[in-house]
């Protein structure tokens, strides 16, 4: 990440106020594993502090309250970007900030959706705001395009759905990779570039943000967040296998092992499957 600071400015509070933007929190689940969902609620009530809104609830809400340290990145629509730390602290069904959630259109005009909890987090650093580098990001996913193929298993046992493939094979779709730092802290790294080179793997150019990627290590387990513009998402979790040539393109690939569907109403394990269970209660 470029230089660090640990507060907002009073604009960047006010560029984080409409609920159109995306927010991405990185986390931890209590098998040290990342894990990264999709929170375009996240705002900064004052310089010092992020919130996040809770409307459904998913499996993140429960983690970082398990385990406190979080990394987030927010990019509003004019494609302007901030990444840095926070560290959870409360949470609150009411007050000023859940009044001021509920008063946005998306939440007080929504039959099933309200915010019903508020989130409290303190910030621990955030970087300047800096724009997407859609020159980098476009020729790593041209690159990502020809030489994907080559990084293919060859395996034709599925792992993602057609549908959670063509996801990430949108080139307008996003895509952020995390991954558990040495101090225990989650990455949070943008990789927009990624795609899939068949369902059991991705594969992705390092010409956009390239240094942060090359930190990750062979071996290390790895979450990637995809998502389209129609708010339509998947996460995978798996094992880099490093940087490697293939067709004269050097790519980094992450086996794929763990598919989760964050998608509301329906969060939930998508591969290995579950088995199904009969209801004996009701």
């Known amino acids: 990440m470029t230089a660090t600071r640990s507060c907002f400015t009073a604009d960047e509070q006010k560029a984080f106020e409409p609920a159109e933007k995306i927010g991405i929190v990185a986390c931890v689940n209590p098998h040290g594993q990342p894990h990264v969902s999709l929170i375009t609620s996240i705002m900064a009530p004052r310089p010092d ?6 409307f459904c609830r998913g499996l993140s809400k429960q983690y970082i309250q398990q385990t406190p340290a979080i990394a ?17 602290t409360h949470l609150r069904r009411e007050g ?27 910030l621990v650093e955030t970087t300047e705001a800096m724009p997407l580098p859609m020159a980098g990001i476009v020729a790593s996913a041209l690159l990502t395009r020809v030489g994907k193929g080559a990084a293919a298993t060859g395996d034709p046992q599925r792992i993602l759905k057609p549908f959670a493939e063509d996801l990430f094979n949108q080139m307008g779709s ?8 040495t101090d225990g802290v989650p990455e949070l790294v943008p990789v927009v570039q990624c795609q899939a080179a068949d369902s059991r793997r991705l594969a992705f150019a390092p010409l956009a943000f390239g240094q942060e990627l090359r930190r990750i290590a062979i071996g290390t387990e790895v979450a990637v967040f995809c ?11 798996g094992t880099f296998r490093g940087f490697k040539r293939h067709r004269l393109i050097t790519l980094g690939t992450v086996d794929i ?12 394990q998508i591969y290995p499957e579950v088995p199904l269970e009969p209801v004996t209660e009701f």
């Open 227 to 237: 998502l389209t513009m129609g708010m339509e998402d998947v996460l995978i979790r």
């Open 174 to 181: 996003l895509k952020f990779i995390s991954y558990i730092g």
């Open 257 to 268: 092992e763990w598919v989760y569907n964050s998608m509301p109403p329906a969060h939930g």
């Open 96 to 122: 000023p900030e859940f009044q001021r959630y509920n008063d946005i259109p998306m939440f007080r005009y929504n039959t099933y959706f309200g915010i019903n909890t508020v989130h409290y987090l303190d």
């Open 49 to 54: 502090q992020i919130t996040l809104g809770e």
């Open 72 to 88: 987030f990145l927010i990019m509003t629509m004019d494609r302007r970007l901030w990444r840095g730390r926070a560290r959870w």
